[in-house]
């Protein structure tokens, strides 16, 4: 069974509309990161720079960072969610079930934060924050509310895998008839909790991250939203692939022979029912720590060699945590998408100093000279556990 990514809303550092985002992202610009402390830490982020929708008309317990960024990508998708829902229950004769999935890890969490200073300082908690603000749960509801959505909701938390799971999931869903068309995607904001977290673990980087670089010292982290509408309906992108595996080695660092990634990149080939070569582009997870970097190069080098090109996203828009899967196809998307006109890859910006002791890869520079189409691309992401989803993306009608 086929199934369709029929439209895509995001918004994170890159900008906050598809063209926007495509736009930076081939250019490999990186200059939306931003050195910051206001969330206690000297780092660089990668934030939503943009004027956030009003949240008011939805309700005291709405209010949150999450749910605006959430708004923000679901305005993208409304008239085309609007459009499939009347096509389809004009063409099945009968209501249409909408389900709505969404990974994150931080949820409204932020504003559980604010609030808690306010109670240290006052002794009273700010008067529009409620606990369910910040549960799991808490952003697919929301969507599923301004969706009208009437089949599943719910969310997914699985760390850095969230949202990639969350349109596995979705595939599911329409596979299995429980849904006619699903809303699936990630939505993750920024907050001290995840800042200070990483950085306990030793995994920030004081400076601009350098995925795959000798002198890649750890992570940016980063905020964004991503929303897919999927269905069976055709349209020019397919999810054609997945993968998922769970190696188990450690809490928080990856199994250093890439044995769960290598299961998962190859599970997402045989389900695409496609080669290695057939894959024209990789976006890595390369999150820029010393570890996961050596981890992903040694898996991608055990099936793909140092060919097919690949590039690491996150030093443009920071580690988007449970936002990263979503945001990561989302860029494979446009890049496949007709808003790729030039059929273009993107630069990848750090490329000084490539680490000789990895294993090596095709990673894009300016210099590179690719003469391949894109029609199918791999994105990888790997989470805390030893939790691993790689997803393939198609055109529906191949590039000549």
Request: glycine share 8%; proline share 2%.
């Amino acid at each position: 069974m086929t199934i369709y990514l029929n439209e895509l809303g995001l918004a994170c550092a890159l900008g906050s509309d598809k063209q926007t985002v495509l736009n930076n992202f081939l250019a490999g610009d990186a200059s939306f990161m931003k050195r910051d402390n206001t969330f206690g830490i000297e780092t660089v982020i990668g934030q939503v720079d943009d004027n956030l929708p009003d949240l008011s008309t939805y309700g005291p317990y709405q209010k949150s960072r999450n749910n605006q960024l959430a708004l923000l990508a679901f305005q993208q998708i409304e008239g085309k969610l609007s459009k499939l829902k009347s096509s389809l229950a004009n063409k099945l004769q009968r209501d249409i079930n909408i389900a709505v999935i969404i990974g994150t890890s931080t949820s409204g969490i932020a504003s559980g934060e604010a609030s808690m200073q306010n109670y240290l300082a006052t002794g009273e908690h700010n008067a529009n924050f409620n606990y369910t603000m910040q549960e799991m749960g808490a952003t697919a509801e929301f969507i599923a509310l301004l969706a009208q959505a009437n089949a599943s909701v719910y969310g997914i938390s699985t760390a850095c895998t969230s949202s990639a799971k969350a349109l596995i999931s979705g595939q599911r869903l329409l596979a299995s008839g429980l849904a006619d068309i699903v809303i699936a995607g990630g939505v993750d904001s920024l907050c001290k909790m995840t800042i200070n977290g990483f950085n306990a673990l030793e995994s920030i980087s004081a400076n601009h991250t350098q995925p795959m670089q000798e002198t890649r010292c750890g992570i940016n982290i980063g905020e964004a939203a991503a929303l897919f509408i999927m269905s069976q309906e055709q349209s020019e992108i397919t999810l054609s692939g997945f993968g998922e595996s769970s190696d188990a080695h450690h809490i928080s660092a990856p199994q250093p022979e890439g044995i769960g990634a290598r299961k998962a990149m190859l599970s997402a080939l045989e389900s695409a029912n496609l080669t290695a070569k057939e894959i024209n582009y990789i976006n890595l997870h390369a999150t820029g720590t010393l570890q996961n970097d050596a981890m992903e190069a040694k898996a991608v080098a055990s099936i793909f060699s140092n060919i097919t090109p690949c590039s690491a996203s996150k030093q443009l828009h920071g580690h988007c945590l449970g936002a990263a899967g979503a945001l990561e196809a989302g860029l494979c998307w446009l890049l496949l998408s007709t808003e790729n006109n030039d059929n273009n890859y993107p630069v990848m910006h750090l490329l000084a100093d490539v680490d000789d002791n990895i294993d090596e890869i095709n990673l894009i520079s300016e210099s590179c000279n690719i003469d391949k189409k894109l029609n199918h691309c791999m994105s990888n992401s790997y989470a805390f556990g030893g939790n691993n989803a790689s997803l393939v993306l198609s055109r529906t009608h191949k590039r000549s």
